[in-house]
C-alpha cells in the first residue's frame, strides 16, 4: 500500500520488509531517505484535557439523585410547609418535556 501527499510518499509495504528482516531502507521514488522507522504511536494529552477527564469522573461518581433535597422535602411535606402550586409545577413539567 502506497500513501502519497503533498509533502512526502511513504510505502507501508516497505516499512514492514524492514521490520522483518531489519535491512537497509528502499528508497521510494521522490522520497526523502528514512533514519529508521518507529514501530510505535504516542498520544499526549494537554493539561486540559486531563482536567476535564478527571473532571468527569467526578461528576460520574455522584449521585443522580441528591438524597439531601428529597429529606428535606419529605420532612416539608410531612409538616404541611412545603406547597406546590399546580399551574407552575404543571408549566415546568411541560418546559421539561419540550426540550427532551
Given at each position: 500500500m502506497r500513501i502519497e501527499g503533498s509533502a512526502y510518499v511513504v510505502d507501508i509495504s516497505?516499512?514492514?520488509?524492514?521490520?522483518?528482516n531489519e535491512a537497509a531502507p528502499q528508497l521510494v521514488q521522490g522520497a526523502r531517505p528514512a533514519a529508521r522507522v518507529l514501530s510505535f504511536d504516542r498520544v499526549e494529552l494537554s493539561p486540559q484535557v486531563r482536567e476535564m477527564q478527571k473532571l468527569k469522573g467526578e461528576l460520574e461518581s455522584l449521585p443522580e439523585v441528591r438524597l439531601d433535597r428529597v429529606a428535606l422535602a419529605k420532612q416539608q411535606l410531612q409538616n404541611g410547609g412545603y406547597r406546590a402550586e399546580p399551574t407552575l409545577l404543571a408549566q415546568k413539567m411541560m418546559d421539561a418535556y419540550k426540550t427532551r
Open positions: 516497505r516499512s514492514q520488509a524492514l521490520k522483518k
